[in-house]
């Protein structure tokens, strides 16, 4: 569906199919959208979820798509004879994978993406006490599988805490350079630019950017907000009180093929996370050759480098997004380095093909298929 996992997903099987391989993806399903279609070569099947949106799944999304989703999975198994599964996300969707395991007797490869490891987000209060009921059932899926990835070393090691025992293998989120091409030009000079795409939720910070806007518009500087969330009420509420409505667009929700133009209008790219397990939407600003300024946490460090091609900043701290951003501002010839460094990073580094590879290299491994061999898990 929506966000990273749905992004990863979608790239991963593209490049998948690509590569030759028959690849059917099993997700949930929005009102209007078909039950069975095929997109690049993928064979897309939906289940009926009653998701909040697009973006948000909510337990009674995540308890529909499994019972939902577990009917279409036994249909499917019963005309496929799929070689190896690729869960993404351990709770909910691992949920499916005893049957794989233990009815099917096939392998499966296990994602761990942020929100499905213990002690990743504190800022919703029921996550915690739901872990830790759950973790138990963690464990158990993580173990059984053939393979547990994560998506940053940060997370690597919060998941360790949960489950010394189970070897994960750090694989990054990839990002697509076609559809997120580096700017043609600098456009012309007057105010500078801020950008920030993310879902509009509690753990993305962004009442300390806000806040950071209040110095920020003595400058001239304005923000361009970009997304959707159950928070967005309270940020353009926020924007109004603060007195901010001159200096901070607020556009909603950017389909993803647009999304670029608005990176395009952009000077510096500024996520000022919480938590974050690694963050799409840097490669995706990155890949527009945007320079960074980022909160030191999660995955943030494994992508951006300080002083290379951003500034990582403390997370909760508004001066500090101010004094790096005025950094930044001050120093033109360092921001465009870091923009050209971030645009060449995210093609040699993070291009689908790429993970699309290291995927492949663990579905043969699963399979106990030595056609590759581990370098392409490196």
């Not at 289940?47 to 499917?76: N, P």
Request: glycine share 8%; charged share 20%; aromatic share 8%.
């Amino acid at each position: 569906m929506g966000g990273g996992a749905g992004n990863a997903t979608r790239c991963t099987a593209a490049e998948l199919a690509r590569r030759g391989h028959q690849v059917h993806v099993l997700t949930s399903r929005l009102p209007a959208q078909p039950v069975v279609e095929t997109i690049d070569q993928v064979t897309v099947c939906r289940v009926m979820s009653w998701r909040r949106s697009l973006h948000e799944c909510g337990l009674l999304g995540a308890l529909s798509y499994i019972i939902f989703g577990f009917i279409q999975l036994v249909r499917l198994s019963r005309t496929y004879d799929y070689d190896v599964y690729h869960f993404y996300f351990g709770l909910p969707t691992g949920l499916l994978s005893p049957y794989v395991r233990f009815v099917l007797r096939k392998p499966y490869i296990l994602a761990l993406r942020g929100s499905d490891v213990p002690g990743y987000d504190e800022t919703r209060w029921f996550m915690r006490p739901l872990h830790r009921m759950l973790r138990p059932l963690s464990r158990f899926l993580w173990r059984s599988a053939k393979s547990v990835t994560v998506l940053s070393k940060d997370l690597q090691d919060l998941a360790r805490t949960t489950d010394p025992r189970v070897e994960s293998l750090v694989i990054p989120n990839g990002v697509n350079t076609e559809s997120f091409p580096i700017k043609p030009s600098a456009r012309p000079s007057g105010r500078i630019r801020l950008i920030c795409v993310c879902r509009m939720v509690p753990r993305k910070g962004l009442d300390y950017l806000l806040h950071a806007m209040q110095e920020l518009k003595n400058d001239g500087i304005v923000l361009e907000l970009v997304g959707s969330g159950e928070a967005q009420s309270h940020v353009a509420a926020k924007v109004s009180s603060l007195g901010l409505d001159d200096y901070v667009v607020l556009p909603g929700y950017v389909p993803p093929h647009r999304l670029y133009s608005h990176y395009h209008e952009a000077d510096i790219f500024v996520l000022p996370s919480l938590s974050e397990s690694f963050g799409q939407v840097l490669l995706e600003a990155m890949s527009c050759g945007l320079p960074i300024v980022a909160t030191s946490v999660g995955g943030i460090p494994d992508t951006v480098r300080h002083g290379r091609n951003g500034l990582l900043v403390p997370s909760r701290d508004a001066a500090a997004i101010v004094e790096a951003v005025r950094w930044l501002v001050a120093n033109p010839r360092q921001r465009a380095r870091m923009g050209r460094d971030n645009a060449e990073q995210a093609r040699t580094r993070h291009g689908w093909p790429s993970i699309a590879a290291r995927y492949e290299a663990l579905y043969y491994r699963a399979v106990d298929r030595r056609a590759l061999s581990d370098v392409a898990l490196e």
